[in-house]
Antibody, heavy 118, light 107 residues
Framework: EVQLVESGGGLVQPGGSLRLSCAVS????????MRWVRQAPGKGLEWVAS????????YYVDSVKGRFTASRDNAKNTLYLQMGSLRAEDTAMYYC???????????WGQGTQVTVSS | DIQMTQSPSSVSASVGDRVTITCRAS??????LAWYQQKPGKAPNLLIY???NLQTGVPSRFSGSGSGTDFTLTISSLQPEDFATYYC?????????FGGGTKVQIK
């Protein structure tokens, strides 16, 4: 059974940092691109970042470039999102998702909530 | 960046109705269009990939069509479990972008 489990969310002050993790099981992690997608309260879905199978390519939405870094440890079957210089507008539920060869996200985690507030 | 414009933003419909949601890309995205369903408090669920292919386990009342810049999700006969919010997403190029969502509500 494919599973993705996010962790690491919480309440952080503006300007602070957090590292999100996404532990996966049930598939060969190193064969897939992965994505982070977020959803602010009451709002729609927003793509945050994508990372290639070996971590050699990474792409980010403009609003997080220079502040967030996606990475992965294929030996540990874990995806990460290092978040820095956090702003109130980064407050959202953060999901990790597997990217299928058809470029759809076919499996998602349950999400981890990040709240940026003083 | 490719903008994805979804319409309508909400629709009220009854069980058994045919519902159509459209998604327009600001430039051509070839076949790289996916549709997701999201229910409150849950992660999105992939329904359709590459414009018209039904994801495994998704009921056949869902279908997708389109090409280039104009795409459609159709629910042929709305069921109670289909009341949710639907999103289109393009993956032709980075940044990946989503439409604003369509909330399907009970009439």
């Amino acid at each position: 059974e494919v599973q993705l489990v996010e962790s690491g969310g919480g309440l952080v002050q503006p300007g602070g940092s957090l590292r999100l993790s996404c532990a996966v099981s049930g598939f060969t992690f190193s064969n897939y691109w992965m994505r982070w997608v977020r959803q602010a309260p009451g709002k729609g879905l927003e793509w945050v970042a994508s990372i290639k199978q070996d971590g050699s390519e990474k792409y980010y939405v403009d609003s997080v470039k220079g502040r967030f870094t996606a990475s992965r440890d294929n030996a540990k079957n874990t995806l990460y999102l290092q978040m820095g210089s956090l702003r109130a507008e980064d407050t959202a539920m953060y999901y990790c998702a597997r990217v299928a060869s058809n470029r759809g996200s076919d499996f998602w985690g349950q999400g981890t909530q990040v709240t940026v507030s003083s | 960046d490719i903008q994805m414009t979804q319409s309508p933003s909400s629709v009220s419909a009854s069980v058994g109705d045919r519902v159509t949601i459209t998604c327009r890309a600001s430039q051509g995205i070839s076949k790289w269009l996916a549709w997701y369903q999201q229910k409150p408090g849950k992660a999105p669920n992939l329904l359709i990939y590459t414009t018209s292919n039904l994801q495994t386990g998704v009921p056949s009342r869902f279908s997708g069509s389109g090409s280039g810049t104009d795409f459609t999700l159709t629910i042929s006969s709305l069921q109670p479990e289909d009341f949710a919010t639907y999103y289109c997403q393009q993956a032709n190029s980075f940044p990946v972008t989503f439409g604003g969502g369509t909330k399907v509500q009970i009439k």
